[in-house]
């Protein structure tokens, strides 16, 4: 399988076999060239796929050893992202395929984090707990099979991605947000407590909003009595707060649905706390836990190659054709 994954700011295309060999995965970041607009700006985004894309590909055929002869399927994200960055990738699939007269697999790019599981764990097999944390998406799911999952909990209103972003930038630290908190929260301590008990605390629902707005009101009153912030502190309080909920959710989740295995997807499970919380918690509780290495939880195209399989593979109802078109808002 061919992955192509273009919906944000890392245009990335891998060759994967049996939706669960990584032969290669090149990933074109753009970081260096929106760091200074201080968060991605979706037509540069879009550009600078353009530019890449081609050789993204020949990198990557190169990189696996294989010709596009060897290639079975063309396995493209078609949402959810932005809507430029997605209309090249799926344009560019879907010119390949034509070309080359292959099958043409649309995926969805959450599905696609979740499967960067199988990647990771080869004998991982449905049903399991999936903790699903990205810039757009935070839920725990249930995942029936390979195809179906069911909806546990989820947040009422932020991303958990969207809170590390943001309160990544009104701290100062800027863009990309998540990996700067993970890190300047090390050199800090939890000292400073943002979130009050609340009505959700009883159920496997999550909000952002309240914490993110706490984290601002506290940077507007400490500069309005011209009195400095520690930074580091911040970083960690925040930190823990946002993830110490999801956790305790997660786990009481595997016990009351009666789940062994527990997962982890998207660019948030990148965070190294929450990675060290999860084990510790998965530890305690007897559950195993499966999480995928660093580079397959961030934007890859080879989680996209890994769900374009099992699309293949078992879905009847797959799309093949090329009328396929992006769709930004695509749900999970
Ligand atoms: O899964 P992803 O690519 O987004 C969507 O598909 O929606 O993840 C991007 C998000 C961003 O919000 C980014 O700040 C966050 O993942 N992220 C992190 C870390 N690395 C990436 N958040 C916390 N800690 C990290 N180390
Ligand atoms: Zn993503």
Same mark, same amino acid.
């Given at each position: 399988?061919?992955? +192509?994954?273009?919906?944000? /700011?890392?245009?990335?295309?891998?060759?994967?076999?049996?939706?669960?060999?990584?032969?290669?995965?090149?990933?074109?970041?753009?970081?260096?060239i929106?760091?200074?607009?201080?968060?991605?700006?979706?037509?540069?985004?879009?550009?600078n796929? #353009?530019? !890449?894309?081609? &050789?993204?590909?020949?990198?990557? @055929?190169?990189?696996?050893?294989?010709?596009?002869?060897? +290639?079975?399927?063309?396995?493209?994200?078609?949402?959810?992202?932005?809507s430029?960055?997605?209309?090249v990738? *799926?344009?560019?699939?879907?010119?390949?395929?034509?070309?080359?007269?292959?099958?043409?697999?649309?995926?969805?790019?959450?599905?696609?984090?979740?499967?960067? &599981?199988?990647?990771?764990?080869?004998?991982?097999?449905?049903?399991?707990l999936?903790?699903?944390?990205?810039?757009?998406?935070?839920?725990? @799911?249930?995942?029936?099979d390979?195809?179906h999952?069911? @909806?546990?909990?989820?947040?009422?209103?932020?991303?958990?991605?969207?809170?590390?972003?943001?309160?990544?930038r009104?701290?100062?630290?800027?863009?990309?947000?998540?990996?700067?908190?993970d890190?300047?929260?090390? =050199?800090?301590?939890?000292?400073?407590?943002? *979130?009050?008990?609340?009505?959700?605390?009883?159920?496997?629902?999550?909000?952002?909003?309240?914490?993110?707005?706490?984290?601002?009101?506290?940077?507007?009153?400490?500069?309005?009595?011209?009195?400095? +912030? =520690?930074?580091? /502190?911040?970083?960690?309080?925040?930190?823990?707060?946002?993830?110490?909920m @999801?956790?305790?959710?997660?786990?009481?989740?595997?016990?009351?649905?009666?789940?062994?295995?527990?997962?982890?997807?998207?660019?948030?499970?990148?965070?190294?706390?929450?990675?060290?919380?999860?084990?510790l918690? !998965?530890?305690?509780?007897?559950?195993e836990?499966?999480?995928?290495?660093?580079?397959?939880?961030?934007? =890859?195209?080879?989680?996209?190659?890994?769900?374009?399989?099992?699309?293949? #593979?078992?879905?009847s109802?797959?799309?093949y /054709?090329?009328?396929?078109?992006?769709?930004?808002?695509?749900?999970?």
């Amino acid at each position: 399988m061919l992955g +192509i994954e273009s919906s944000c /700011d890392e245009t990335s295309i891998a060759v994967v076999k049996n939706g669960r060999e990584v032969l290669s995965n090149e990933i074109a970041s753009q970081i260096d060239i929106h760091t200074r607009f201080g968060g991605v700006v979706p037509e540069v985004a879009s550009r600078n796929h #353009i530019l !890449c894309i081609n &050789n993204v590909l020949k990198k990557s @055929l190169e990189t696996a050893g294989v010709t596009i002869d060897d +290639i079975d399927a063309i396995c493209v994200t078609y949402g959810a992202g932005l809507s430029g960055a997605l209309m090249v990738g *799926v344009n560019f699939a879907k010119g390949l395929a034509f070309a080359c007269n292959k099958p043409l697999v649309a995926v969805n790019h959450i599905k696609g984090h979740i499967s960067a &599981n199988y990647i990771q764990n080869k004998t991982l097999k449905p049903p399991f707990l999936c903790l699903v944390v990205s810039g757009g998406h935070t839920a725990i @799911l249930k995942i029936d099979d390979f195809l179906h999952h069911t @909806l546990i909990g989820q947040t009422l209103d932020d991303a958990i991605g969207e809170a590390f972003d943001k309160v990544a930038r009104v701290v100062g630290l800027g863009y990309p947000g998540g990996p700067k908190i993970d890190k300047e929260a090390k =050199n800090g301590e939890y000292n400073l407590h943002f *979130v009050k008990k609340s009505d959700l605390d009883k159920t496997y629902n999550v909000s952002y909003s309240g914490l993110k707005t706490a984290v601002i009101n506290y940077l507007h009153t400490k500069e309005q009595n011209h009195e400095p +912030i =520690n930074v580091a /502190d911040v970083a960690c309080s925040f930190e823990h707060e946002a993830v110490d909920m @999801l956790v305790e959710k997660v786990v009481r989740a595997a016990k009351e649905f009666g789940f062994k295995t527990v997962t982890m997807a998207g660019g948030v499970a990148a965070n190294s706390y929450l990675r060290e919380q999860m084990q510790l918690a !998965c530890e305690k509780n007897n559950l195993e836990l499966t999480y995928p290495s660093l580079i397959l939880c961030t934007d =890859n195209g080879a989680m996209i190659g890994a769900e374009g399989y099992n699309n293949l #593979i078992l879905d009847s109802n797959v799309c093949y /054709d090329l009328s396929v078109s992006p769709n930004p808002s695509l749900k999970l």
